[in-house]
């Protein structure tokens, strides 16, 4: 008899696939609706990152269960809970720009004859350790 896969573990996989389609559809989608995309995926509450992370501190806290009876080395908890505060520090970075990725979507799109081309800018990366 073969061993059924779980529910969770099933919907651990659907959500994987889907996050693939959205990956997908984010790639053509026009500027507005990227936007509207990025804006509901970076919500630090409601949003897939700030759920993501709900997710590891979930799993940090297991980890350290489990580690503390001696199931798992104490240096998975560590990984997973580093990985959850650096999702958490992340998102806080990304909250600060997300009031810009909602005016440009709800921006009206400007008649194609009057709108001007858009002027590219210096990309600058921060970092924070």
């Known amino acids: 008899m073969t061993d059924p896969i779980s529910y969770p573990v099933r919907l651990a996989d659907d959500i994987a696939?889907?996050?693939?389609?959205?990956?997908e559809h984010l790639s053509q989608a026009p500027s507005?609706?990227?936007?509207?995309?990025?804006g509901r995926v970076l919500d630090c509450d409601?949003?897939?990152?700030?759920?993501?992370?709900?997710?590891?501190?979930?799993?940090?806290?297991?980890?350290k269960d489990t580690s503390e009876h001696g199931l798992l080395p104490p240096e998975v908890?560590?990984?997973?809970?580093?990985?959850?505060?650096?999702?958490?520090?992340?998102g806080m970075d990304l909250d600060?720009?997300?009031?810009?990725?909602?005016?440009?979507?709800?921006?009206?799109a400007p008649?194609?004859?009057?709108?001007?081309?858009?002027?590219p800018t210096a990309m600058v990366v921060r970092r924070r350790r």
Not at 17 to 23: E, F, G, K, S
Not at 96 to 108: G, I, K, M
């Open 77 to 90: 908890w560590l990984a997973i809970g580093r990985a959850a505060n650096e999702l958490h520090d992340i």
């Open 17 to 23: 696939r889907q996050l693939t389609q959205l990956a």
């Open 32 to 38: 507005r609706q990227a936007a509207q995309i990025l």
């Open 96 to 108: 600060e720009h997300t009031e810009v990725l909602d005016a440009l979507a709800s921006t009206v």
């Open 46 to 63: 409601e949003g897939v990152l700030g759920r993501f992370t709900t997710l590891m501190v979930t799993g940090a806290h297991f980890a």
């Open 111 to 119: 008649a194609p004859t009057t709108a001007p081309k858009p002027v």
